[in-house]
Structures are given as structure tokens and as C-alpha cells.
């Protein structure tokens, strides 16, 4: 919320998809965009975002990537605080440019790979993430390029579990577990 007010004061039209990843975070998310002062439309309230709208909360379940899908940057959230990251790949999928924090422990490995490679940019605290989502909204190429690059990741990465499978088959085979 630091990072979206900083943000809308140069770019007054912009809007933040705000989309908790657990239900019981709905209504303090909620509560805290109201208390300060930023105006809210959720996904519940049946409403339409206008010029106005600051914020639009998503408080359903299932429906990530469709805000995704919607979005041009992609914060994967829980990564400033040690909460341990979300999910990267589900917004590389669609070609987003990523910003992720640097807590990322959940996923360190897919999170390291994104960084190599230049798929993701990292930020250390609100004030870097606004400056990531300006540099990227001012630099639209880059974001071109940064989607491209973790979209192909994802691509490369596709049907690991197969692979995984594969390999263990002669292990398991024959064996009552």
C-alpha cells in the first residue's frame, strides 16, 4: 500500500489488484486500505472500479490468475517479510514482468534461477518496489522483456513432474509400500 501511494501520486490513474492468498486475510486487508483513506472496490461488493477506485481487493478464491491475467506487473507478495514468498510462476506463466521481495525461502531455488537469469526483479522494501514498478511502467520494453524471459522459465520447466517420475519408476517398481 506504501509503494501503490507513492506510485498514484505521479500516475493518479493507476490501480492496485490487491489479492490476499488466504481468506482470513479478506477483511484486514480491507480494513487496512479504508483506514487510509484509499478507495476500494472488492470482487465481493459486485461493483465497477472507476477513475476514481485506488484499490480493487480481490476477497474470492480461485480466481489469481484471472487478476493476474489482467494485470501489467506482477508483485508476488509475502516476500518482504518473512512470510517465505508466493509463487513466481504463475505470473511469469502469462508473461508478467515479476518484482518479488527478497524472502522467498518457500521457493529459494525457482527464485534463485528468476534472478540469474533476469526474470524477476528483486526489492528490498516499499520504497524499491515503487521505484521497480515506475522504472517498468516508464520502460515498457523492459517489462516486454522481463515477461519473456520468466514466461520461458515456466516453458522450459514444463512437465518436471514427468521427468521426476520417471526417474524414481525403477526405484518404487516392485515394491508394497
Known amino acids: ?6 506510485l498514484r501520486r505521479k500516475y493518479p490513474d493507476l490501480l492496485l489488484l ?25 470482487r465481493t461488493d459486485d461493483k ?9 481487493l480481490g476477497d474470492t478464491m480461485g ?9 501489467d506487473i506482477a ?4 516476500s ?3 512470510i517465505g514468498g508466493h509463487n513466481l510462476l504463475e505470473p511469469a506463466a502469462l508473461g508478467l514482468p515479476v518484482i518479488t521481495g527478497p524472502q522467498v525461502f518457500n521457493a529459494q531455488e525457482i527464485a534463485d534461477m528468476f534472478v540469474e537469469l533476469g526474470a524477476c526483479r528483486m526489492v528490498e ?7 521497480a514498478v515506475d522504472e517498468l511502467l516508464l520502460n515498457p520494453a523492459r517489462a516486454t522483456e522481463l515477461g ?7 516453458q522450459r520447466n514444463r512437465g518436471a513432474l514427468d521427468r521426476l517420475l520417471g526417474l524414481l519408476e525403477p526405484l518404487i517398481s516392485g515394491r508394497d509400500f
Not at 63 to 71: D, K, T
Not at 75 to 78: A, M, R, S
Not at 125 to 131: C, F, G, P, Q, S
Not at 148 to 154: N, P, T
Open 80 to 82: 518482504l517479510v518473512p
Open 18 to 42: 490487491l489479492v490476499p492468498r488466504h481468506p482470513e486475510r479478506f477483511a484486514e486487508v480491507r480494513s487496512l486500505a479504508m483506514r487510509r483513506g484509499l478507495r476500494l472496490v472488492s
Open 63 to 71: 480466481e489469481l490468475p484471472l487478476f493476474y491475467a489482467a494485470s
Open 75 to 78: 508483485f508476488v507478495g509475502g
Open 148 to 154: 519473456r524471459k520468466g514466461r520461458e522459465i515456466v
Open 48 to 56: 465497477h472500479c472507476d477513475a476514481a477506485t485506488d484499490v480493487f
Open 125 to 131: 522494501n516499499a520504497d524499491e518496489l515503487a521505484a
Open 1 to 6: 500500500l506504501d509503494a501503490h501511494e507513492a
